[in-house]
């Protein structure tokens, strides 16, 4: 369903027999928290009997009871009376529970605050929040779309339930918005999204896919500890501010940003990645996805995020190469950590010298150990062009077996030293 199709003439909010409802017992200020948990009980109340056993199981452990239980005949009698003495003079009548909750195109003109509202199926689409709007720890039990809405002052979901999917693409955020800790048990979309100032999505858990393609967010943005357990899309996304990943995790795939825009203080440290693919097909969108985030770190200049990005990309390729090259990169990952590590080819090029020593030591019967050693790291190190200063022509006196050794040393040795220089120009960025 397009946005277009959800909309309907702008209407204050005041004339909405939901939002009628939803302040049944008036229209709190700031202050009055009374008043806002009566209009909260009474809605949560209203529209408990048409929440399953199932979902209400799931409520039960953030909502007390009394607000899962539905109204008496004898109760549903008083909210139809108060609701008739508040919405009768606009012609209003008191809203089905089984229908779709219709907010569309609604103009909230007044600080707006469903803090802990229960809503089964429900639509915001094309509604303009002029004030402030809160929607903390609300649970949203049904399908949700906030389409096309406008939020024209600082907005609040921190600590929602979304137990279906919910969508705000094409919605408008004119200062900072703050998501933090809520949870989404399907798909959630903020695709073709506008935030004019700070998104904050810290601590979110989404179990469905997470779309945020074409989105623009001009202020900071905060994913941090984020646990995307779904697919996960910022393709063609623009984060203009620094931009936080730190401590996300995504357990099935990685993220795609083709196309996006990423800015250079964006934060990836102590991200979960999920598990190396185990066929062909997925171990192709996992390459793409990791070959386009290394290109837009090389673009950022932000040469360790790029080199790890390279490393998840060659650990995803080698399922798409022939055994031989898939080796190649198997062995470039034991040597050196795909380029990231000076230290293990140093502890292979020890380990080069000490086995070589051995070897050397029991074939040259007349030589002591230390003898062999020093012979071995000559041959080891002979790209440093200190062999032939300290053998010399005694190489011509060794076994041909022991020159053999002493010939693979040498080669195993430049590649080795080659991946110390590597990683030495990697870690310090010596470009």
Not at 25 to 34: A, L, R, Y
Not at 241 to 252: D, G, I, L, Q, R
Not at 280 to 298: H, I, N, P, S, V
Not at 391 to 398: I, P, Y
Request: hydrophobic fraction near 40%; charged fraction near 25%.
């Amino acid at each position: 369903m397009s946005i277009n199709s959800e909309q309907k003439q702008i209407l204050p909010s005041t004339e909405n027999c939901w939002f009628i409802l939803a302040n049944i017992h008036g229209f709190p200020h700031k202050n009055q928290e009374e008043i806002k948990k009566r209009n909260r009980i009474t809605w949560n109340r209203f529209y408990s009997s048409t929440i399953s056993n199932a979902d209400k199981l799931i409520l039960s452990e953030y909502f007390n009871l009394n607000e899962l239980t539905p109204f008496s005949d004898k109760e549903m009698e008083t909210v139809r009376a108060l609701f008739m003495e508040r919405a009768e003079s606009l012609g209003l009548n008191l809203p089905d529970p089984k229908r779709r909750i219709d907010f569309r195109s609604c103009h909230f003109d007044k600080l707006v605050d469903f803090s802990g509202y229960i809503f089964p199926s429900s639509s915001f689409s094309g509604s303009k929040f002029g004030e402030l709007a809160i929607f903390n720890s609300a649970a949203f039990v049904g399908k949700t779309y906030f389409r096309g809405s406008e939020f024209c002052e600082i907005s609040q979901f921190l600590n929602c339930k979304h137990l279906k999917e919910v969508s705000f693409s094409g919605a408008k955020f004119c200062l900072d918005v703050s998501f933090k800790e809520s949870r989404y048990n399907e798909d959630v979309n903020f695709s073709d999204c506008n935030f004019l100032g700070d998104a904050d999505f810290s601590g979110v858990k989404v179990h469905g896919n997470y779309y945020f393609r074409n989105s623009k967010v001009f202020g900071d943005s905060n994913f941090a500890s984020v646990i995307f357990s779904g697919g996960v899309s910022f393709t063609n996304a623009e984060l203009k501010a620094p931009t936080s990943f730190k401590h996300c995790a995504f357990e099935k795939s990685p993220p795609k940003f083709a196309g996006a825009q990423l800015h250079e203080g964006t934060v990836w440290r102590d991200v979960i990645w999920p598990p190396p693919p185990l066929d062909a097909g997925q171990a192709a969108a996992f390459t793409d996805a990791y070959e386009r985030l290394k290109l837009e770190m090389d673009r950022l200049r932000k040469h360790d995020d790029e080199l790890n990005f390279f490393a998840k990309e060659l650990e995803c390729k080698k399922l798409l190469m022939s055994p031989l090259n898939g080796a190649a990169i198997v062995l470039y990952d034991y040597l050196c950590d795909y380029g990231r590590s000076y230290v293990k080819p140093i502890y292979w090029l020890c380990a080069l010298i000490l086995f070589g020593a051995i070897f050397i030591s029991s074939l040259e019967s007349g030589k002591e150990f230390w003898e062999s050693l020093g012979i071995s790291a000559a041959n080891s190190l002979a790209s440093l062009g200190i062999r032939k200063d300290l053998l010399g022509d005694s190489v011509l006196e060794m076994q041909p077996l022991t020159r053999i050794i002493s010939g693979v040393q040498t080669i195993v040795g430049i590649l080795l030293i080659f991946l110390i220089g590597l990683g030495l120009r990697n870690r310090f960025r010596m470009r």
